[in-house]
């Protein structure tokens, strides 16, 4: 017969000892997982602010470019060329941000990690928000003045 060099009791205390922790593994996972899905959805949401603008971004460069092409003043016409390069920084920035976002796994670094996402598309839904901004003024300004 096989002898056992731990006797029943110290099963059950190892065993008593042994499940808190498993279910504190477990809760820290779930709380995990809950704070990463919180931050994934604030990014998610910045993007879905700002995706339906890029059509904007892209008609505003559209007009402006055909402004310029036209543009006898060339001051009018520098202003011009530096909202293009505005619009069409802020279209490339969403393309590349889209390119190098990634889902996060279930790790302590996800959290670093999606922090970082949101402030980059935050910083990126400003630029928009702003090239936009500046190109609609600049665009009533011409249409006004007859430029």
């Known amino acids: 017969?096989?002898?056992i060099p731990f006797s029943t009791n110290k099963v059950c205390?190892?065993?008593a000892f042994m499940i808190p922790i498993f279910f504190a593994c477990k809760n820290d996972r779930k709380l995990l997982k809950k704070n990463i899905d919180e931050r994934e959805q604030a990014v998610l949401k910045m993007h879905d602010e700002v995706m339906?603008?890029?059509s904007k971004v892209l008609s505003l460069r559209k007009q402006l470019?055909?402004?310029i092409d036209t543009c006898k003043n060339q001051a009018w016409k520098d202003s011009l060329?530096?909202?293009s390069?505005?619009?069409t920084k802020s279209d490339l920035d969403m393309m590349a941000w889209m390119h190098q976002y990634q889902k996060p796994g279930l790790h302590d670094s996800s959290i670093?990690?999606?922090e970082?996402?949101?402030e980059l598309i935050a910083e990126l839904k400003r630029q928009v928000y702003s090239s936009i901004e500046n190109a609609e003024a600049v665009n009533k300004e011409g249409k006004r003045v007859g430029k």
């Open 116 to 118: 970082r996402q949101l």
């Open 81 to 83: 060329q530096q909202l």
């Open 85 to 87: 390069y505005q619009l």
């Open 13 to 15: 205390l190892l065993f």
């Open 112 to 114: 670093v990690y999606l």
């Open 65 to 67: 470019n055909a402004q």
């Open 52 to 54: 339906p603008k890029m």
């Open 1 to 3: 017969m096989f002898h």
